[in-house]
């Protein structure tokens, strides 16, 4: 029965598909809308379709039908899981207390250049590394893995433009995944798209009206979440 459970597969147009990653990329989903709604089983949730992608991005070690190792998105099915810990344990500890507000701000011109060239030395650094492994596509992994890494670090300072790098990931990760054949990551991706795009928009608004709000972010495509009050009038 595991044996069947992990290699079940459904064929789209031809083209197979392992019944795991479609699993995994629905967690991944239903931990984003249970953030948003600052929901705490959102965490567990998020965790466990990080466990189920790690094996799919693995596709050489764990035999699927496109046996290709995308080593930048298995590292962030790692590191996602590891955040989403934490941010089960914090949520926990804050429920009933009400969690702690950010005011979304510019992160400014010094932090821009810094997270550039994070940006840039970090996809060099990355590629070269999941290149020597082995990754399939280890440039634009690179980035998408480094890219994750600078969103979640500008979510945590709570700088509105942390928004705009996840689209830059998403922008990459696209083309990268379908281009690999895993599609339904690849159509996730889409979906995160229009959801941090909107994300954006609503930080945006916060800032300029210097409204608190907390957005957490992590997952196999994403996991948003909010773990401040809603401020009075704002549909989040």
């Known amino acids: ?55 799919v991005f693995l596709g050489g070690l764990f ?29 926990r500890q804050a429920r009933g207390a009400g969690g702690p507000a950010v005011v979304p701000r510019s992160a400014g011109a010094r932090a821009r250049w810094g997270m550039l ?36 670090y500008g979510m945590a300072r709570g700088w509105t433009e942390f928004w705009l790098v996840w689209i830059a990931v998403d922008a990459v990760g696209v083309p990268l995944l379908l281009q690999a054949g895993y599609y339904p990551s690849a159509a996730l991706y889409a979906v995160y798209g229009g959801v941090v795009l909107y994300g954006f928009v609503v930080w945006l608004r916060a800032q300029r009206a210097g409204e608190p709000q907390e957005v957490t972010a992590s997952g196999g495509a994403g996991t948003l979440a909010a773990d401040a009050p809603e401020p009075v009038g704002r549909d989040v």
């Open 117 to 152: 060239v994070a940006a840039v030395v970090g996809t060099v650094v990355s590629a070269l590394v999941f290149r020597a492994l082995g990754s399939w596509g280890p440039w634009a992994d690179g980035w998408i893995f480094t890219g994750s890494l600078l969103a979640t």
């Open 1 to 55: 029965m595991t044996d069947w459970l992990f290699d079940a597969q459904l064929v789209v147009a031809g083209v197979p598909i392992l019944w795991r990653e479609v699993v995994g990329n629905l967690f991944g989903l239903a931990s984003a809308i249970g953030g948003m709604r600052r929901r705490v089983w959102a965490w567990p949730v998020g965790v466990a379709g990080n466990v189920l992608l790690l094996t």
């Open 63 to 91: 035999d699927t039908p496109q046996a290709k190792d995308l080593y930048g998105q298995a590292a962030r099915q790692v590191f996602f899981a590891v955040v989403a810990v934490y941010g089960w344990v914090r949520w």
